[in-house]
């Protein structure tokens, strides 16, 4: 089985159907490239955005992402990563997911983001500045919803799903691409 990844904007719950994916499928590491790259930087996300600013940090996200494929290449192994919700606005960054992933987009409305986002809000610096959550979150979308729907083999609606059912989706979707 190759690599697994999961893409779609902050509150669509990457980590969480990742976790449950990594239940149902105990044998592949579960990466959650956020938490790579504190571990990789020593710092948190919200410390390098505020300190290196959002280049530096779209260029350790593909950094990370170089060094995580490099590792399974030479392992032999697969993993199962959730990315950043900014990830594949960086182009090198899209090209890797594609070519060594089956990679899953995880599609939630508007309405459904700004749940998750209200409900879990996290420090989230892409969602500073002052603007009401509602609209940045859609100024946000209308650019990267095309890319997340142009980068993934597979998209998951989430609207519907909670995260054990997405993650039965996601195993389903493999299934079927095994058998062709
Ligand atoms: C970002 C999303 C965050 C994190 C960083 C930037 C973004 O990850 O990578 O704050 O640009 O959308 P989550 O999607 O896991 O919140």
């Not at 992933?101 to 309405?111: H, I, M, N, Q, R």
């Amino acid at each position: 089985m190759a690599s697994i990844s999961l893409i779609g904007f902050m509150g669509s719950g990457k980590s969480s159907v990742g976790k449950e994916l990594s239940k149902l499928l105990p044998g592949m590491e579960f990466i959650d490239l956020d938490s790579y790259i504190e571990a990789m930087t020593g710092k948190s996300i919200p410390e390098i955005f505020e300190k290196q600013g959002e280049a530096a940090f779209r260029a350790m996200e593909l950094e990370a992402l170089e060094n995580i494929f490099l590792t399974n290449e030479l392992t032999g192994e697969d993993c199962i990563l959730s990315l950043g919700g900014g990830t594949v606005t960086t182009e090198a960054c899209r090209r890797m997911i594609r070519r060594n992933t089956t990679c899953f987009y995880l599609k939630a409305s508007v309405d459904t983001l700004v749940h998750n986002l209200e409900t879990w809000p996290g420090d989230r610096p892409m969602l500073k500045g002052g603007k009401p959550l509602r609209a940045r979150v859609e100024e946000l979308m209308a650019v990267r919803g095309p890319i997340y729907a142009k980068t993934a083999h597979h998209i998951i609606d989430v609207d519907s799903n909670d995260y054990t059912a997405a993650a039965t989706e996601i195993l389903g979707n493999l299934a079927l691409g095994f058998s062709v």
